[in-house]
Structures are given as structure tokens and as C-alpha cells.
């Protein structure tokens, strides 16, 4: 343990002449337990002195500890170092026996059934060094994407969109290089940044996507990449408008070479039209469609369009020996998406979660909370006063939701302070009433509590 007291004369082992070697040291010694959490290291100033080294280069190395989630910086109470972190991670939350309101899953009773899909497919075997995709899907996802992408681009296949966007990621930044992501966010998007060391740079989101001005700035602080998604934000619900995305494609313009990855996570389910932040002449692009929201969690695939510079790369981390996508799933997923049955099956489900959401946000309406849900799975809940403390009221009334701060780009930012998001679509009417009831109280509560205190 450090010892409490006048730090700036102490370097506590810490070594190094780059920022990357100052970093380095410290994960160090944190991993060996000579700074514990909640310990302090050495003020900037003391340590460049130690260590002989500029300031500017023991700024760096904290910044890369902040980054990676090692260490916080609180101004003038200086860098701290992190305990193990607890990151939110997007399904149930095991082991409540509380209504679980905050998990984002589609709704079990609208996906397909797999047993009948399985019964179709006749399966064979693929050999290391084969094709890694399977032709049937190939043929498929390359008219669908067509009908939006005219322009030529090369088909990958990944295990889902989670690994689609971290393999991109991977294949154009390095460690430090700055990534601009949505706020709020996507939570495994969050978890893939500081994971791998990027630097994530906050784009707001209003009611037609990310903001001109927040892009804008990303790709003047030196964004190397953006991810953006075109509809049913997560969180939020909103889509990215026509006009939006015009303006989008007018601020990339001068960057052209920036990689544009377009999540389109709910592309079959979304009630509104595509419209891309992509403009045909961009250079490094990528749209990734997975089937999860529609076809079921279980289906790990999803289809990647790219400009061919992309695909190549991408294609290095896909290796024919080592890393594809069973072609097993490939081909049940072709036939699933080939079915004309089930493509009427997922547009009704499309339907059931637009008609569920704005049931429940006319009884929100009602009793005085605002929210929104222009599409995807959930709620947006503005509760406009602390939501950790509204969700804990909440939970004494038996239900288990989810704050916004855990979509937060930034933590302790106010992006979600004063939001819940919340799954609602397979509720019937009576719960929904219920929860429309429990959270309009919680909310009086939580403001009377905060107004007595």
C-alpha cells in the first residue's frame, strides 16, 4: 500500500523514459500490488523530476491509465488508481428476483423456430482453407445490401456485430488512437475502446442521430474512426433522419479516409428507412448487419459490407485455417432469411415492439414522464432527477432497471444521469400499467426526497 501523505517526493518504483514505458510500469506494480485502489501516484510534477523526463510525457502515461480504466484523474485530487472494474454488460442481470426491466433482449415469442429452420438445412463438411463464406448467404446478403450500397464492396462475415466492430477497429487503430462513438453508447461498443486501449470521443445524440457539430468536433480533436448506428440507437431508440445524414456525409467529406462503421443492428426489425452517414465516394467504410435482434442472441453472425481496403484487412482476421463463422450457422441462417414465413415473422415482430413501446409511452404520457422510443428494443426514460436513485425506488416495488449512467460515454457525466432505459415490450397491459404506476412514483419520491434533503 502507498502510504497516505505528501506523494510529490515519492516515485514508488515507477520507471521509464516514453509514455508508453511510464504506463507500462505503473500496470506494473498495480498488478503486483504495490499500489492498491484508491492509492494515489505521484503528482505529475514530482515524477517528471524523478525521472528526468518532460511533463507532457507523464501526462501521456496517466492519460493512457485513465484510458484503459487503471487509474481516474479528479483534477486537483490528482490520479487514483481503479479497482477491478464491474462493466455493465448488455442481457439479464443473473441472480435478481426482481422483473428484470433493463435487459434489452428481443422478445422470445417473435423469433423464428430454430427446430424447423434445422430440420431444412442439410449441413456438410468444410475444410481448413475453403471459402469462409458460405454461398447461399453470400448471394443473399449481397442483394440485400445492394438494394442500399450500389457501390462495389467485398462480403465478410464475422460472429456477430460486436466482433465485426472490434475487428475493424483493430485492423485501423492502435493503442491511443481516438475513436468516435456515440453518447450514450452502445455498451459493448465502450467495452471494446477502453478494452483495447482506444481513446473514445463523445459524439452526442439528439432525436435525429449524432449531432453535426459533436462529429465535427471528433474528427477535429483526430477521430481515426466513427461508429455510428443509423437506426434504433442503444439506448436511446432514435434513427439517423434523412436530412441528418446528409449533413453527416457533408462533414466527412473532408475526411475520407476516417473509417465509417454503420451498425445496423436492427435493419429487418426497424419500422423506419436506412439512411446512411456513408457517402458513396468515402474510402474506408464498413456496414455491419447482424441477425441476433431477429433471428435469436444465439445466431453469433453478422454480414459486413466494406470498401475493399477493409475487407482485405478484415479478411487477414478472419483466416480461411484458423477463425471463420461455422458454415453450419451460415447456412441455417440462409435458409432462416430465404423463408418466407420467417420473413414475415420478423416483420411482425418489428411491428409487435413498435406498437408495445408506444403503449407503454402514451402511459408514460399520461402520468407525466417523458420518454421516447423511436425504435430498437427500449424505452428512453427521462426521470429529470437522479435515475440510480428512481431505480432504486423502483426496486422496492419489484422491478430491476437500468440506469443511463452505464451508457455514458464518460463516468460521471450527465448523458444519463437523469435517464433509465428500460424493456417493456413483453410486458401485457396490465404490468405495463403497473410500471407506468411504480416508476411515476418512484420518480415523486425520489424529487420529495431530494427537495427535503
Request: proline share 6%; hydrophobic share 40%; net charge negative.
Amino acid at each position: 500500500m502507498v502510504p497516505a501523505g505528501d506523494l510529490d517526493d515519492m516515485s514508488h518504483g515507477i520507471a521509464g523514459a516514453t509514455a508508453a514505458e511510464i504506463s507500462e510500469s505503473v500496470r506494473d506494480l498495480v498488478e503486483r500490488g504495490e499500489f492498491a485502489p484508491g492509492d494515489h501516484l505521484p503528482s505529475v510534477r514530482a515524477l517528471a523530476a524523478h525521472l528526468g523526463v518532460n511533463r507532457n510525457t507523464v501526462l501521456a502515461a496517466y492519460r493512457a491509465l485513465v484510458v484503459a480504466r487503471i487509474a481516474a484523474t479528479g483534477g486537483r485530487t490528482g490520479t487514483t488508481v481503479l479497482g477491478p472494474e464491474q462493466n455493465a454488460d448488455e442481457g439479464f442481470t443473473p441472480g435478481s428476483v426482481l422483473r428484470d426491466i433493463g435487459s434489452g433482449n428481443p422478445d422470445p415469442a417473435h423469433l423464428p423456430d430454430l427446430a424447423a429452420a434445422f430440420a431444412a438445412v442439410t449441413p456438410g463438411h468444410v475444410l481448413y482453407g475453403e471459402s469462409v463464406i458460405d454461398p447461399d448467404l453470400a448471394e443473399w446478403a449481397t442483394e440485400w445490401i445492394a438494394a442500399d450500397h450500389p457501390r462495389a464492396f467485398r462480403l465478410s462475415v464475422t460472429a456477430g456485430a460486436v466482433d465485426a466492430v472490434e475487428r475493424l477497429l483493430a485492423q485501423t487503430l492502435v493503442q491511443g488512437d481516438r475513436v468516435g462513438l456515440e453518447d450514450p453508447c452502445f455498451l459493448s461498443s465502450i467495452h471494446t475502446a477502453r478494452l483495447a486501449g482506444y481513446t473514445p470521443v463523445p459524439i452526442p445524440v439528439d432525436r435525429e442521430g449524432m449531432t453535426v457539430q459533436g462529429l465535427r468536433a471528433a474528427l477535429e480533436s483526430g477521430a481515426r474512426a466513427i461508429v455510428c448506428t443509423p437506426r434504433a440507437q442503444n439506448p436511446t431508440g432514435v434513427g439517423t433522419s434523412p436530412a441528418r445524414a446528409r449533413e453527416l456525409r457533408e462533414v466527412l467529406a473532408d475526411h475520407p479516409h476516417v473509417l465509417v462503421i454503420e451498425d445496423d443492428h436492427f435493419s429487418l426489425l426497424a419500422p423506419e428507412p436506412y439512411s446512411s452517414i456513408i457517402a458513396p465516394t468515402h474510402e474506408r467504410w464498413a456496414l455491419v448487419r447482424s441477425v441476433s435482434k431477429f433471428l435469436g442472441p444465439d445466431m453469433r453472425l453478422a454480414i459486413t459490407a466494406s470498401d475493399p481496403v477493409t475487407a482485405q484487412r478484415l479478411a487477414r482476421r478472419l483466416s480461411p485455417g484458423t477463425m471463420w463463422v461455422s458454415h453450419v450457422m451460415q447456412r441455417l441462417a440462409a435458409a432462416m432469411l430465404r423463408d418466407e414465413g420467417t420473413r414475415t415473422r420478423i416483420a411482425e415482430a418489428g411491428e409487435h415492439y413498435v406498437r408495445r413501446n408506444r403503449a407503454f409511452l402514451s402511459l408514460l404520457g399520461v402520468r407525466g414522464v417523458p420518454a421516447q422510443s423511436d425504435g430498437g428494443l427500449n424505452v428512453w426514460t427521462d426521470v429529470r432527477h437522479d435515475a440510480a436513485e428512481v431505480g432504486r425506488r423502483l426496486a422496492t416495488r419489484g422491478w430491476l432497471a437500468r440506469s443511463g449512467d452505464e451508457f455514458a460515454l464518460e463516468p460521471g457525466s450527465s448523458t444519463g444521469s437523469t435517464r433509465l432505459r428500460l424493456t417493456v415490450h413483453d410486458l401485457d397491459d396490465a404490468d405495463q400499467r403497473r410500471l407506468a404506476d411504480d416508476l411515476a412514483a418512484a420518480v415523486r419520491e425520489a424529487r420529495s426526497a431530494g427537495a427535503d434533503g
